[in-house]
């Protein structure tokens, strides 16, 4: 994976990455920082380094605990989301761009996926996910950034018996 930067004559091209069957990498940017996903470099899974375009220096940015996975990032103007699961419990990691502090989202369920919305837009202060458990459909949450307030915004409506989950034991196999 290269960089080429187009403005420079004769085209500079500088190696990101060299990917192989063992070491995979994805890139976004924000604000003149490249932020790599890669499972390279010593760590048991994905984490996410970060590259200022200027200088070139390359540091981790986020890796994640041990038993943890990152299974999907989303990157706007001044916060990121981690999508991570550690063995069947999703969490959300907000990480302010800026101060680097962060926020976890903990849903309270023992089995579940939580997944991003179609979050458009790259200046934005809210964000749109799904919550998804065996036990129910997918449900819609809000969160603001600015506020720290997650929203329930759309929960499906079924008919007939609830489910008692409270019931049941579910792990992922």
């Known amino acids: 994976m290269h960089l080429i930067k187009k403005s420079s004559r004769p085209l500079k091209v500088d190696k990101l990455f060299c990917r192989s ?22 760590c048991h899974d994905y984490k996410v380094v970060k ?29 990121m989301l981690l999508y991570l699961k550690n063995v069947s419990k999703s969490i959300v990691k907000i990480i302010d761009l800026k101060t ?5 989202l903990n849903f309270g369920l023992e089995v579940c996926t939580i997944l991003p919305g179609a979050n458009e837009g790259y200046d934005i202060n ?31 409506k079924l008919t007939g018996e609830k489910f008692d989950e409270s019931q049941y034991k579910a792990h992922i196999v």
């Not at 070139?56 to 001044?78: A, C, L, T």
């Not at 680097?100 to 976890?104: A, D, G, I, N, V």
């Not at 998804?132 to 449900?139: E, L, S």
């Open 21 to 42: 069957l063992s070491a995979r990498c994805s890139v976004n940017s924000s604000e003149g920082v490249l932020y790599l996903m890669t499972d390279t470099e010593g």
């Open 51 to 79: 590259q200022d375009l200027a200088s070139g220096k390359r540091e981790d940015f986020y890796v994640p605990e041990h038993g943890q996975s990152v299974y999907e990032v989303d990157i706007f103007k001044n916060f």
């Open 100 to 104: 680097k502090s962060t926020t976890e």
């Open 126 to 156: 809210e964000v749109v996910m799904f919550v998804n458990t065996p036990f129910q459909y997918n449900v819609a949450y809000r969160y603001n950034f600015l506020t720290k307030i997650l929203t329930k915004i759309q929960e499906p």
